[in-house]
């Protein structure tokens, strides 16, 4: 069965440091998203990506956040300069549609703190 | 403000034991009701799409329900796997908003 795969699954990093979590969604999907979840907390959406661009963003996704498709198949997020409470997982998902079916395929998470 | 409000946070239950899990809801221009299960360490799972006041899902013991301001998940004769956290989410627009989620431990 098709699967939503992220990389790395936790990494563990120094406040300022830069980091980059992968993503690869199922490959016939159109629709990228990352979601972040801080430990005990709602899953909060970051971003969604469509068409090679930045579809909406929601006001946590300010300027250290990025988001890019480099090939047909990776979708990253880049944390600039990281601060202690960028620690979270965060979640990639994929959908083939984007309609109100909400059927959201997430991968595992990546696990960041942020020391 | 825009809320998505899941109760109880957490619930025990025997194995056997049905019981309703909450999704209560202020939101504008919904365009749907969905539901999710989290495993722990795991993202979350589809489960249902509810679309409009009256509908009704069913996925082996899980009845998902629909009203105009909250949505039930019954859960019945649980079994030990139905442990996770169970989340609740509405999409307006394009942006999933979820809530906290009821984590549903169920004891053999």
């Known amino acids: 069965e098709p699967e939503v795969t992220q990389t790395p699954s936790h990494q563990v990093t120094q406040m300022g440091q830069e980091v980059i979590l992968r993503c690869v969604p199922i490959?016939?999907?159109?629709?990228f998203y990352w979601y972040r979840q801080i430990l005990g907390q709602k899953v909060e959406f970051l971003v969604s990506?469509?068409?090679?661009?930045?579809?909406?963003k929601s006001e946590i996704f300010d300027d250290q956040f990025s988001v890019e498709r480099p090939d047909g198949s990776n979708f990253t997020l880049k944390i600039r300069s990281t601060k202690l409470e960028d620690s979270a997982m965060y979640f990639c998902?994929?959908?083939?549609?984007?309609?109100?079916?909400?059927?959201?395929?997430f991968g595992e998470g990546s696990r960041l703190t942020v020391l | 403000e825009d809320q998505v409000t899941q109760s109880p946070e957490a619930l025990r239950l025997q194995e056997g034991e049905s019981s309703s899990l909450n999704c209560s809801y202020t939101?504008?221009?919904?365009?749907?009701l969905f539901w999710y299960r989290q495993d722990p360490g795991k993202g979350p799972e589809f489960l249902f799409t509810?679309?409009?006041a009256g509908e009704e899902k069913e996925k082996e013991r899980l009845k998902a329900t629909l009203t105009k301001k909250e949505s039930f998940l019954h859960i019945t004769a649980p079994k030990p796997e139905d442990s996770a956290t169970y989340l609740c989410?509405?999409?307006?627009?394009?942006?999933?908003?979820f809530g906290t989620g009821t984590s549903l431990t169920v004891i053999p």
């Open positions: 998902a994929s959908s083939d549609r984007l309609d109100s079916s909400g059927e959201l395929f």
């Open positions: 490959s016939n999907h159109l629709y």
């Open positions: 990506f469509y068409n090679n661009e930045i579809s909406e």
């Open positions: 939101v504008s221009g919904l365009r749907g």
């Open positions: 509810l679309y409009s």
């Open positions: 989410a509405v999409l307006r627009g394009n942006q999933f908003y």
